[in-house]
């Protein structure tokens, strides 16, 4: 059993981050924050048509550092005026953008992308510095991020139409598609680069143009990549838009304008069927990216060391603050507890501080109610009879860190198997065969992303196929990419993004009849 490999893969020395770190972290991240604020991407106000403004009263939120609560910036608190200011403008430049050829359409998005990777370092120091996500996972982001906005430049050439056989002789058939409109994008703090351009590469492909409302913790990632796409030579004539503030207002705005054809969202399920819901009042089209609760199976005949490590990769990469993290091992009870004990040697040596800090792995919750919710879900496993295995706690390190997590004996019937947890929690269950661990892994109302551990080839096409989610990772925990459709089924969301399938979210299809076609 190579378990030094194993341990090896966050290429950590130690489990807990000593005080004696925090003053070099603190100058670290105080150093970054002040070469940030000097940078000609950071932004702190709104973009309407291509100006940068304050909110029209003039009120504004404070984005915070998850990791010290220190105040990062104050962006402006907007609603329903300037969205819908967003929204005129972004349906006035449409005219002119939509009418662009692809050739086009794709040069500006190349020049974006070289743009962002040229000021890969600056994002990603301001994607910890207000997101908390260790730099190098950060950096991570920042790659996953700009790869939309390459394959979308490349793809925006590739929106071909149809010539259909028809059925008169003196008729001709074929198909267009054309750019759905002005799209409102909705998008989560966990990933505040890649989310936005994950939807607005292909929008802007297409020949949409954008309203952007991203989360108010992490606005400022948001801003600066709007910024570049500015230097980039999209034009400022509203193309893209950035609002932030009052959610529910900027939402109701969205949803409520005829000239907004459609809403794509990342976020909870419970939020995504509000907007879909309110959607339906204008009949807009609408993509959703909900929340999952992703089963990570292990079968006895798996190899030890990869499950562990993609099941480590999966589980505590953005401090298992993402949608398509493992929220449920579920292992076969004849490697139960030698899978339970080589896992909780690799997570112990988790390296846990500010993601400044040299060798950090994991950052903290994005905020206290992010903490308490995790506190909840153990303190219900425990009362039913669940065991932690280790950590089960707040870190030394106080504020909004917390202990990476082991939790054994889980049963179905607990917060942590039944609902997604968003930290840094790994239950452990049991099962004995194949078709009680699909049953297990099925019984949800989530469907995004599942895992599966198996040397069996044939059980990896039997299993792949029966799980019912729109993600499937064999012996791999880390399986997002550009070129792949990212989506799940029944309450996980509609549609896909990325690939090739990611940018008919954006178009319509128009069918066109020529007729009379025999006259000379």
Not at 13 to 36: D, I, K
Not at 105 to 117: A, E, G, H, V
């Amino acid at each position: 059993m190579r378990v030094l490999q194993v341990l090896a893969v966050s290429k950590i020395l130690t489990s807990h981050l000593s005080r004696t770190h925090r003053p070099s972290a603190s100058r670290q991240m105080s150093t970054a924050a002040s070469s940030l604020k000097k940078s000609p991407i950071f932004r702190t106000l709104g973009l309407i048509g291509g100006k940068w403004i304050d909110a029209y009263d003039a009120k504004t939120i404070q984005v915070n550092n998850p990791s010290t609560g220190e105040i990062i910036a104050e962006v402006p608190f907007m609603g329903t005026l300037e969205t819908n200011d967003a929204i005129s403008s972004a349906s006035d430049a449409f005219n002119s953008w939509s009418k662009l050829t692809a050739a086009e359409r794709s040069k500006y998005l190349r020049k974006w992308y070289d743009l962002i990777m040229a000021h890969k370092e600056e994002l990603g120091q301001l994607i910890t510095l207000e997101q908390g996500k260790p730099l190098k996972e950060a950096l991570g982001e920042v790659n996953y991020g700009a790869s939309f906005i390459e394959f979308f430049a490349e793809e925006a050439k590739r929106i071909y139409g149809d010539i259909i056989p028809a059925t008169l002789g003196d008729r001709r058939l074929f198909v267009l598609k054309q750019p759905v409109g002005v799209v409102g994008a909705i998008t989560p703090w966990n990933f505040p680069l890649a989310m936005i351009t994950r939807k607005v590469g292909p929008a802007l492909a297409c020949g949409c143009t954008v309203v952007v409302k991203p989360s108010e913790l992490t606005p400022l990632t948001a801003l600066a990549t709007a910024e570049l796409a500015l230097q980039a030579g999209i034009p400022p004539v509203g193309v893209i838009n950035v609002v932030m503030g009052n959610a529910s207002k900027i939402g109701d705005a969205l949803l409520a304008s005829t000239q907004v054809r459609k809403i794509t969202f990342t976020g909870s399920t419970a939020v995504g069927k509000k907007l879909m819901a309110g959607a339906a009042e204008t009949v807009k089209r609408v993509s959703l990216e909900l929340g999952g609760n992703a089963p990570c199976i292990v079968f006895d005949d798996a190899d030890l060391d990869v499950a562990v490590k993609g099941t480590l990769a999966a589980k505590f990469r953005n401090s298992g603050q993402t949608c398509v993290c493992a929220n449920r091992i579920i292992v076969q009870e004849g490697i139960y507890e030698k899978f339970a004990e080589i896992f909780s040697k690799a997570v112990q040596n988790l390296q846990v501080g500010d993601g400044f800090t040299e060798g950090v792995v994991q950052g903290p919750l994005i905020n206290e109610a992010a903490v308490q919710k995790v506190e909840t879900f153990i303190q219900d496993a425990m009362s039913k009879g669940a065991k932690v295995l280790l950590g089960g706690k707040r870190h030394s390190l106080g504020m909004t860190f917390y202990e990476p997590t082991i939790v054994t004996d889980v049963k179905s019937e607990m917060l942590l198997a039944s609902e997604e947890v968003f930290g840094p929690v790994a239950p452990i269950l049991r099962f004995k065969t194949e078709e009680e661990a699909i049953h297990m892994a099925n019984n949800t109302k989530a469907g995004l992303a599942a895992y599966i551990f198996t040397n069996n080839v044939q059980r990896t096409w039997r299993v792949s196929e029966a799980l019912e989610y729109g993600l499937v990772g064999v012996n791999e925990g880390i399986i997002s990419t550009e070129v792949a459709p990212f989506g799940g089924v029944k309450q996980s969301g509609l549609g896909r993004e990325g690939s090739k399938y990611g940018i008919d979210e954006y178009l319509e299809v128009k069918y066109v009849c020529l007729g009379d076609m025999n006259r000379s």
